[in-house]
C-alpha cells in the first residue's frame, strides 16, 4: 500500500537523489561568486573577466542541467551539458591528477 501511494513521487525523489551534487554545486556557485572567480584567477591568472565567464558557465550548466533533469525535459541533453561540466571543471580546478580525489 505504501508503494501505491508513494509510486508517483518516486522517479523525482531519484531524479533528485542523482543530480543532488549538481545542485548543491550550482547553488554554493552561486553564493560564493567572488571565491570561486579569486580562485580560477589566481589558479589560471586570465583576469577577473574570463574567470567570470567560466564560473557564469558552470552556475547555468550546472543549474540548467538540474532543471531539466527534474522536469524531465531533455532529460539526454541535459545530462550530455552535466557530463561536460564535470570535464569542465575537472581541467579548470587541477582535479585530474588528484589521485585521492578521483578515487573518492
Known sequence: QF??????????VAHLC??????????RMWFQWSEQRDYIDGTWNCGYFLAS???FINLFGQLSGCILVLSRNFVQYAC??????????TIAYSILWDLKFLMR
Open 3 to 12: 508503494l501505491r501511494v508513494t509510486k508517483q513521487y518516486l522517479p523525482h
Open 18 to 27: 542523482l543530480i543532488s551534487t549538481f545542485l548543491e554545486d550550482g547553488i
Open 53 to 55: 565567464i567560466f564560473v
Open 80 to 89: 550530455f551539458g552535466l557530463f561536460g561540466i564535470i570535464a569542465l571543471q
